[in-house]
């Protein structure tokens, strides 16, 4: 599931006093699903701005709280697909069970030769589901609970 783009490195002092930094200033920014807008300025060079988008903001103040800690860091890509073992981890569910769900309908699988491969945008979206489903449960007892008053 997750391909490494970068080694693992661990910050000079130097490198954690920068990214102490940037985490200071972009602390906040963007708002929820704002983009950011940055200028880049390297020696010699004009300055370039680009818009960096709301869903690379996140990890990008993860890598920089992290290295700002002087703790290592490195870069995994998540492919399009998972396997049953990796969607079943991500559910944090047996892989029968989540074989189940395959055979019932309730998950999309294709066939790679002798394996099952799972869109993994369709497991993200019944992992939301599926805990927005408790919530709403959890929820509907904790008002059935006030209306017994048994609390």
Known sequence: MPREVTDPTIPSDQEALLAREATRVLTGH??????L???VVAAGKEVTTLDL???AAAPLMEILKAMGEGRSVAVHVID???T???AADLLHVSRPFLVG?????TLPARMVGNQRRLPLKDVLAYKRDNQAKRREALEELAKLDQELGLR
Do not use: M
């Open 84 to 86: 049953t073992q990796q």
């Open 53 to 55: 988008p709301a869903a």
């Open 37 to 39: 807008r940055i200028q």
């Open 101 to 105: 769900l395959i055979d019932k309908g």
């Open 30 to 35: 963007p708002a929820d699903g704002e983009s």
């Open 80 to 82: 399009a697909e998972v």
